[in-house]
């Protein structure tokens, strides 16, 4: 959905739905069932972030996504965003959520029955380590 589409009239009315908040975040009003801020334009319903980028900077790149650095899927604020990869979008978002990566085994952490924080494979093969030690 490129931004030069739209006519005068129909920018207004997209800013109408723009509301800032104290940490600068533009929330967009309209949002899906995953809360992302939504527009329509000739019948095609898109993303508002990505619509606010392309105002901005020029249509994103097709093989990137815009991530929300402020973490909040409603805002699209430009300074807020910035174009990465799919794996990088998820990294980040797990680092928000306190879920640690293992970046040997490209995997997420999980807590092991002793509360500490290991990637299966990394389980499985300080298990491996430890009984060969026993056995020897």
């Keep these: 959905m490129s931004a030069e589409r739209f006519s005068v009239r129909e920018l207004r009315r997209i800013l109408m739905q723009i509301t800032i908040t104290d940490s600068d975040c533009w929330e967009w009003r309209s949002l899906d069932d995953k809360g992302y801020g939504k527009v329509k334009h000739n019948g095609k319903t898109g993303g ?3 619509y606010v980028w392309s105002l901005v900077h020029g249509d994103p790149p097709k093989d990137l996504e815009l991530d929300h650095l402020c973490r909040n899927r409603a805002c699209c604020n430009p300074e807020h965003l910035e174009p990465v990869t799919a794996k990088e979008n998820i990294r980040r978002k797990l ?4 879920v640690i990566w293992c970046a040997k085994h490209q995997q997420n ?8 924080l290991r990637c ?3 389980r499985a093969e300080q298990a ?5 030690k026993v056995a020897s």
């Design 109 to 116: 952490k999980g807590r092991d029955p002793q509360g500490k």
């Design 95 to 98: 680092i928000a959520m306190n």
């Design 48 to 50: 508002a972030h990505r």
């Design 120 to 122: 299966l494979p990394c």
């Design 128 to 132: 491996r380590t430890y009984r060969a």
